[in-house]
């Protein structure tokens, strides 16, 4: 039971260049989540999913685009990449939508746009 | 405008001390609140929760306060461990909204 895993760990991008993080959990859970964490700041929600093919905005959407096309996998692409979106990401998920249900992170994605 | 403010950095402590981190929030919808703990390298991890209709839960040497009025809460740890240095993530959230709210998160280091 591996739980929430990332690919990749770490890249780099120039600016313009595209990208697709991928998030897999294997706990069964409905809902997904991409967060990204800056520094000084706390983990902001980018884009989250409540099911498979279904997908919503978070707090920081812009610039993101996700997919939800099986249940376990939770996409997020950076269609143009920018020296803004260098960050570390986060996956997480959680049974149910619930405030109560817990958050399982993954180990984040270390992303430097040049 | 962040909502759930984490001041106050970082913290060191001597093991077998009391490590103490505050979270101030400004949404008075927020009913809801979570600690992540988070080791380097690695995601976030749950460590307790309490609700708006409590103002104290514990679990084991981790302590949980919340004053509504005052819009705060703070963690307790005692006593410190080693295994405990790590970034503490404040969180909240209503009831009615499953997406949380973090703070900027506070550094405890503590010292054998």
């Known amino acids: 039971n591996a739980g929430v895993t990332q690919t990749p760990k770490f890249r780099v991008l120039k600016t313009g260049q595209s990208m697709t993080l991928l998030c897999a959990q294997d706990?069964?859970?409905?809902?997904m989540y991409w967060y990204r964490q800056d520094p000084g700041m706390g983990l902001r929600l980018i884009h989250y999913s409540v099911g498979e093919g279904t997908t919503a905005k978070g707090e920081v959407p812009d610039g993101y685009n996700v997919s939800r096309l099986k249940k376990q996998n939770f996409l997020l692409g950076l269609e143009s990449a920018a020296p803004s979106q260098t960050s570390v990401y986060f996956c997480?998920?959680?049974?149910?939508?619930?405030?109560?249900?817990?958050?399982?992170f993954g180990p984040g994605t270390r992303l430097l746009v040049l | 405008d962040q909502q759930v403010k984490q001041n106050s950095p970082s913290l060191s402590v001597q093991e077998g001390r009391i490590s103490i981190l505050n979270c101030d929030y400004t949404?008075?919808?927020?009913?809801?609140f979570l600690w992540y703990k988070k080791y380097p390298a690695e995601g976030p991890t749950f460590l307790i929760s309490?609700?708006?209709?409590?103002d104290k839960n514990e679990d084991g040497r981790f302590t949980v306060f919340l004053n509504k009025s005052a819009k705060h809460l703070s963690l307790h740890i005692v006593p410190s461990q080693p295994g405990d240095s790590a970034v503490y993530f404040c969180a909240a959230s209503d009831y009615g909204n499953n997406r949380l709210a973090f703070g900027k998160g506070n550094q405890v280091v503590v010292i054998p």
């Open positions: 309490i609700s708006s209709i409590k």
């Open positions: 949404n008075s919808m927020f009913d809801y």
């Open positions: 997480a998920s959680s049974l149910s939508g619930t405030v109560q249900e817990t958050q399982y």
């Open positions: 706990m069964n859970h409905e809902y």
